[in-house]
């Protein structure tokens, strides 16, 4: 247990937050033995991944910070276990669907990249997406027509108030949009260890979403392939997004607001062109266009700004405190209620 630990490194956002303890978890046994220590009992937790979806609202966090390093990736069923040597397993005998368990400290875009070059469907358009295997399921991370629980069979915990395990089943999850059981105050004990995902061996590609088919025949590719997909992806991803390391952001800082089909209409009126997508709920708004269209789209104010390639991503340019991005947020929540009459909520979680 360190103390006074700079998480700087450990939040994408960038700011210079100090956790007043921070643990790094190695092993099953090494949570075990935290969860008897008199400090970790007495103090205010926190699990962290990349700290890619988590903005700190203080400079100083008053409480333990748990960070998972726990490796490890494994055919997990019907399978011989075997560490990242999943090739010789793969011959024509292999069942279609291949149960992989990874430990939740392994960094997410190694574990798609990992998949895709095993050619194994089903997280190919979750490519480059920033954190840890362990935060994927807590928001259940989304992009490009996929949702990591479609491939989620079950999620590993230990209870860090009674020390017990539990396994959480993919309809226990109560997984949706960027929401899962996970996400609820009173489920903040579950430190999450592994998960199994559940992997196809037969081509089924998305290429549904926004301009997939168009990059693909740009780039002459009539019978994408897994890796043809990924790597599409990861070139747009890389031309709306920042790059992480590079200039601070958390992806989407809020959620793409749903309204009812009357808000729609009367939106559509002024603004024929607005982007929309129905679902049972009603009509999802892109929240990236609201705030583009509220003008704040490569705004800049000190050290923090709006991402000039995708609206939906605030960003910090370095050296900024917690606090301006705060007013940022907050200014232009109130900007897109007094333009369209909609309140977009947060896509980041607050600590
Ligand atoms: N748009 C604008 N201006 C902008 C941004 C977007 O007009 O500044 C329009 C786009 O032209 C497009 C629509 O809004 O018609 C949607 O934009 P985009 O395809 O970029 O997706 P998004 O809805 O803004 C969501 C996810 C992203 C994910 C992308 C791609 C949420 C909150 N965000 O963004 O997820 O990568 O789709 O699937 O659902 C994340 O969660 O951190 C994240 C980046």
Known sequence: MKKDYSLQGLNTMGFNVIAKYFCEVNSLDDMKKLIDDKTFKESKKLFLGGGSNIL??????DGIVIYSNLKGIKISESQQS?????????????????????????????FVDFTVSNNLYGLENLVDIPGSVGAAPVQNIGAYGSEVKDC????????IESGEERVFENEECEFAYRNSIFKKEENKKYFIYAIDFRLKRNAELKLEYGNIKDYLSKKNIKSPTLSDVASAIKTIRAEKLPEVGVVGSV???FQNPIVDVDKY???????????SYPNDNGVKIPAGWLIDKSGWKGYRENHVGVWDKQAL????????????ILNLMTKIQ???????????????NLV
């Open 334 to 348: 109130e900007s897109v209620k007094e333009k369209f009459g909609i309140e977009i909520k947060l896509e980041v």
């Open 251 to 253: 992806g989407s800082f």
């Open 56 to 61: 700190f609202t203080d400079e100083y966090f």
């Open 82 to 110: 075997t560490d990242k040597e999943f090739p010789q397993f793969l011959n024509s005998s292999t069942p279609e669907f291949l149960t992989v368990r990874c430990m939740s400290g392994e960094v997410w875009k190694d």
């Open 313 to 324: 991503v605030l960003v910090h340019y370095g050296g900024g405190r917690p606090e301006e």
């Open 152 to 159: 989620i069979t079950k999620v590993y915990t230990i209870d």
């Open 265 to 275: 209409q009367s939106i559509k009126e002024t603004y024929p062109e607005v982007p």
